[in-house]
């Protein structure tokens, strides 16, 4: 067998959260990537967030394109149905799953070659769709799985591990999420896990396209000096607009903030978002404000971090085609089929 | 040559108007061709338009029929030169004896005419300018008016043609009195200045009957609302974007949930086609019935889709409304040009059920069966229609629905049948030996049933696996699958000739109303021909019994390098040589009198060339 199911044990004295559930079931399969691979940071992250927020793990889609990170999926969530489609494609693929299915929650996985490459216009159009649902690119500005190629997130300047100066622009994922509209933008790194569970847990919260751009070192291809998504350059470029909290609306799940510093968010469902900022300035719910500041520290070589952008009114793809409540996947032919006397009032009209 | 007397004949004549495209020609035309039927005259009517939106030539003709033959016949009996562009083009296509309606306001040399031909001017122009100011009242009536003329010529009751008009514009006081206007100045001026009726002529009958006039793409889209589909994803592309309009309409009158109004169907324009697929293999997946319409350079674009498709076992619909090929070809001129292109979509080895309706009604029999048959197979569909029944109207048979049909969404197990002691799910188990596996939808159990999807080789419990042994195993159950499929797919038809006979025909989809015609034309000239229309890939083994019984047999399409021959020779393992085929691919539809004339002469040929029996 060409796959590793994980042993079945489980600790009886783990932490269960409010279904009961434990860490291990937001598990998966033991992950067939580099040992160190920033994108295994994220699957675990994404664990988190979901045992925090007391998903039911079946209740999730997690869909994906080609690439080391959207293999992720098989590696989380092993109770929930994943769907790794074709190489940049996943934004269709959750668009129409979640037409089907309104009730489910979408988790969407892809590398920066897969959005911002070959799924380019896709990621764009979901985005721009409102499509409900957590976009995650995993972005460590290579091809992984094809082995080292530049993608198109690689800085200008930055140096391949063969020693290649890239001479092409990159592109800002998060900068063209804000410009798109989407509803939440955030970006993140896949080593701090303390910002990034929150942010997921807040992207799966939040009603609309959220999306969140993780730079995730490629530790085999993309963590040498002359790289700008190493793990080195990201702790030292990084500056962090602010830290975020998620309130479910019962206890907190984390209570690590400072009263005073901390500006909450209305979400759509009524769950708020407590944003600790670090930049006094900071006004999350300002689309130009944050498009200004992320290319003002762009310009300065800085990684911005933390939640850039929220809309707490978001609407998403179901409320703008103004569809029915219940899953279209349900309905039957009672629901759908006009039926016999209607079609004869049709044939009546053609002749 | 001015001897040749005029045509004369009664319900059975073709009229072509030649218009400038963007003139507002076409409802007037359209009117004309359904003022017939109100006759109780069938006709079947066709464009001919060009791949450009403005003031290029343009043609409508419409087949008066008494005789209910629904294929182009070819030739025109009464031209209605209204394009001065195509005028010499025009003039020459009129059979001998036959009538050119022209624009008489400024006059013509009597080079521009033949002489074996009758020559009818109306001023048109004349006519217009000096009831209307508006130029777009000017232009928009001159349609109406030589409507108007042709009445009175044809002897049409002008009766019929107001209640259509009345129908038309009903609640629309202003528009339906100036269009009944226009028509009277046209008329009345034909009674006064012209010699009426012209040897055509319109008479009252009763061969229309209970059959309806509808184009094949609307008639598909309805068959996706009565079959269920919820998810619509698509991308423009002529000749297929008005089957995706018109689902956007049926759904919009049909869809609507009465109590909060909230639409019970989701339409989406994607990007592009490998979005519109991807939406609808998303929406599949997740257990909603979807699809999407294209032409052939969308199915170029998504066939990486179509193999995931194939391979991962997820449902889905396309419907194929085929055009002249390759590339950009001839974007709106009819061809049968996919077929192997379809039926082999995507790289590796792949196979895909193919269907193939002959007209609006059974495009909405089979636009309705494709979804059950999607969901039963867990496989792709494709709907093959063509330019042809696509985007012409056709007279066919009532659409027919039984209510007691229920949706057949194949082998689906849901949390009850998970937790049914002893169960064993393994999304890619043949537990009945047929092929097709079990599925479960995202989120039926908490802890049974879900399964990672995938492109990549897995095992039978969707594992990824690369081991050669699994692979190929799954490969074979595939073929399997699509083994199973030949008895569920519609059967071919099969008709014998009055007299035994050595010879067969095959033939599909649009060629099926030429083909009617020919093989009468063929008996005329003493030639009897079995026939069989097929109608889905993959074959019934009727089709290879059918070749087997028959010294040879010619297969009729409407492309260049006989695609469908080639799927049956490569799918039945028959000797090429047994397969005549006989091959239309100008971008016009097929006619009764090609087929005719390519069979009778092969006929003929025989009859003094003795056949060799194996030909190297
Ligand atoms: C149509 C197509 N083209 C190319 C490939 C090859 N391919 C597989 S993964 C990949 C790039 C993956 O890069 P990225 O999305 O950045 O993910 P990473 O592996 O770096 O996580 C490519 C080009 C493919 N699978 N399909
Ligand atoms: S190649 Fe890079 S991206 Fe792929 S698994 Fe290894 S470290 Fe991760």
């Known amino acids: 067998m060409t796959y590793i199911a994980k042993p079945k044990f489980q600790h009886p004295g783990l932490p269960k959260n409010e279904l009961g559930y434990t860490h291990r079931d937001y598990e998966g399969k033991v992950s067939t990537l580099c040992a160190g691979c920033g994108h295994d940071s994220i699957t675990a992250s994404i664990i988190e967030a979901c045992y925090e927020l007391s998903i039911e793990p079946h209740r999730v889609a997690k869909i994906s394109g080609i690439g080391c990170s959207s293999k992720t999926p098989d590696y989380f969530l092993g109770n929930s149905h994943g769907f790794n489609s074709v190489h940049g494609r996943m934004p269709s693929v959750l668009t129409g799953a979640n037409l089907a299915n309104r009730d489910l929650i979408y988790l969407g996985v892809s590398g920066d070659g897969d959005s911002a490459s070959i799924g380019f216009g896709q990621f764009a159009h979901s985005i721009r769709r409102g499509v409900n649902m957590t976009y995650i690119v995993e972005n460590n500005g290579v091809y992984g799985l094809t082995k080292g190629q530049f993608s198109a997130t690689a800085d200008r300047g930055s140096k391949s591990k063969k020693g290649v100066i890239n001479t092409d622009n990159a592109i800002d994922l998060v900068a063209i999420a804000l410009q798109l509209g989407a509803s939440f933008v955030a970006r993140s790194f896949s080593g701090d896990k303390s910002q990034l569970v929150p942010l997921i847990a807040a992207a799966i919260r939040h009603k609309g396209a959220a999306f969140i751009d993780v730079i995730s070192p490629c530790i085999a291809f993309n963590n040498h000096a002359g790289s700008t998504k190493s793990f080195d350059y990201v702790r030292e470029h990084n500056d962090a607009v602010n830290r975020l909290d998620v309130l479910t609306g019962r206890d907190p799940i984390t209570v690590e903030y400072a009263p005073g510093t901390v500006q909450v968010v209305e979400q759509h469902d009524g769950t708020r978002l407590a944003l600790r900022k670090i930049d006094a300035d900071y006004d999350a719910n300002d689309r130009l404000a944050a498009m200004t500041f992320l290319q003002k520290h762009a310009a300065k070589g800085q990684v911005v971090t933390g939640l850039l952008y929220v809309d707490p009114d978001a609407e998403d793809l179901h409320a703008h085609l103004d569809t029915v409540e219940t899953p279209l996947n349900t309905l039957e032919a009672k629901d759908l089929c006009p039926g016999s006397a209607a079609l004869e009032k049709i044939n009546a009209s053609l002749r | ?616």
């Open chain 2, 1 to 616: 040559m001015s001897v040749q007397s005029p045509i004369s004949s009664v319900n059975d004549f073709v009229v072509r108007f030649a218009n400038v495209n963007g003139s507002g020609s076409a409802s007037a035309n359209e009117l004309f061709a359904r003022s017939i039927l109100r006759h109780g005259v069938p006709v079947s009517p066709r464009n001919i338009f060009p791949s450009n939106i403005q003031g290029l030539p343009t043609w409508y003709e419409v087949r008066v029929t008494e005789a209910g033959h629904l294929g182009a016949r070819g030739g025109v009996d009464l031209m209605v030169a209204m394009n001065p562009q195509t005028w010499d083009k025009d003039v020459a296509s009129i059979e001998p004896g036959g009538y050119l309606f022209y624009d008489s306001t400024k006059p013509m040399p009597s080079s521009k005419f033949r002489t074996d031909i009758t020559v009818i001017g109306v001023p048109l122009t004349a006519i217009t300018n000096s009831t209307y100011t508006d130029p777009r009242q000017r232009q928009l009536f001159k349609n109406i008016i030589y409507l108007g003329a042709l009445c009175a010529l044809l002897d049409m009751d002008p009766k019929l043609v107001e209640q259509l008009i009345g129908e038309q514009y009903k609640g629309k006081e202003k528009l339906l009195s100036s269009n009944v206007h226009a028509l009277h100045l046209g008329r009345d001026w034909a009674l006064q200045n012209l010699k009426y009726p012209i040897g055509l002529r319109v008479k009252k009958s009763d061969k229309v009957g209970e059959r309806i006039f509808i184009e094949g793409n609307s008639a598909a889209a309805l068959g996706a609302v009565y079959g269920g589909a919820t998810v619509c994803a698509w991308y423009p592309i002529t000749p297929s974007s008005s089957v995706a309009e018109a689902f956007t309409s049926h759904c919009k009158k049909l869809r609507h949930d009465p109590e909060t109004g909230k639409a019970k169907y989701a339409i989406v324009q994607g990007e592009d086609e490998l979005a519109s697929i991807g939406i609808v293999i998303g929406a599949s997946w997740n257990g909603a019935r979807a699809f999407t319409a294209t032409s052939g350079p969308g199915i170029s674009l998504m066939t990486e889709f179509i193999g995931l498709s194939y391979f991962a076992e997820i449902p889905a619909v396309i419907m194929n409304i085929q055009r002249a090929g390759p590339s950009t070809g001839m974007p709106t001129r009819t061809q049968q040009c996919d077929i192997i292109a379809c039926a082999y979509a995507s790289h590796g080895d792949t196979k895909h059920v193919l269907l193939f309706p002959e007209d609006p009604a059974e495009a909405f029999e089979f636009a309705a069966q494709s979804f059950d048959l999607a969901d039963r197979l867990q496989t792709m569909i494709f709907l093959m229609l063509d330019l042809d029944i696509g985007m012409n109207h056709r007279l066919c048979r009532p659409l027919k629905w039984d209510d007691a049909r229920q949706y057949d969404r194949g082998k689906v197990m849901t949390a009850e049948m998970l937790d049914e002691p002893g169960r064993d799910f393994g999304r890619y188990l043949d537990v009945d030996g047929d092929g097709i596996p079990y599925r479960t939808y995202p989120g039926t159990h908490p802890t049974k049933g879900s399964f990672f999807t995938r492109g990549t080789s897995r095992d039978r419990y969707a594992r990824y696996s690369e081991e050669g042994a699994i692979y190929a195993d799954n490969m074979q159950r595939l073929v399997r699958k699509f083994e199973t499929a030949q008895d569920m797919v519609p059967r071919p038809l099969q008709a014998n000739a009055a007299k035994p006979t050595k010879y067969g025909v095959i033939y599909f989809g649009s060629t099926s109303p030429a083909m009617d015609e020919a093989i009468g034309l063929l008996e005329a000239r003493g030639h009897q021909l079995d026939r069989m229309r097929i109608r889905a890939f993959p074959f019934h083994s009727s089709v290879a019994s059918f070749i087997a019984d028959h010294d040879f047999v010619y297969v009729v399409e409407q492309n260049r390098d006989g695609q469908l021959r080639q799927l049956i020779v490569n799918e039945n393992g028959i000797d090429p040589v047994r397969l005549v085929p006989i091959l239309h691919y100008d971008g016009t539809p097929i006619t009764a009198r090609f087929i005719a004339n390519a069979i009778g002469d092969h006929q003929d040929h025989l009859k003094v060339t003795p056949l060799r029996k194996a030909v190297s």
